[in-house]
């Protein structure tokens, strides 16, 4: 059974940082694709970020392209999203979630509907 817990979110004003992390047990971390998604109140879940086979390829929402940057740790089993210059509109509750077979399609790999396994969130909050 997979399991997912992330930590890290918090406040932060606009143009600071602020890193997530996502602890996983029950998976192989280089074996598939890992991301980071968020939904702020009234919205969609969205894709932010997904890296796949340990770090082959990643890719990033144009939203936070050039600002956020996904990152693993197999050896420590962790997941990471570094956030710089954030922005009021990043102000969201962040996922982190395991995909299957269909993040082998890099086209799918920020699409909800290709991840199955889902942590329980951690609230980012940036102010003006």
């Known amino acids: 059974q997979v399991q997912l817990v992330e930590s890290g979110g918090g406040s932060a004003q606009a143009g600071g940082s602020l890193r997530l992390s996502c602890a996983a047990s029950?998976?192989?971390?280089?074996?598939?694709?890992m991301a980071w998604f968020r939904q702020a109140p009234g919205k969609n879940r969205e894709g932010v970020a997904a890296?796949?086979?340990?770090?082959?390829?990643?890719t990033y929402s144009t939203s936070v392209k050039g600002r956020f940057t996904i990152s693993q740790d197999n050896a420590m089993n962790t997941l990471y999203l570094q956030m710089n210059n954030l922005k009021p509109e990043d102000t969201a509750m962040y996922y982190c979630?395991?995909?299957?077979?269909?993040?082998?399609?890099?086209?799918?790999?920020?699409?909800?509907?290709?991840?199955?396994?889902w942590g329980q969130g951690t609230q980012v909050t940036v102010s003006s």
């Open positions: 890296i796949y086979r340990g770090g082959t390829s990643t």
């Open positions: 029950g998976y192989t971390y280089n074996s598939g694709c």
């Open positions: 979630a395991v995909g299957g077979w269909k993040t082998t399609i890099q086209a799918l790999r920020l699409d909800t509907r290709s991840y199955n396994y």
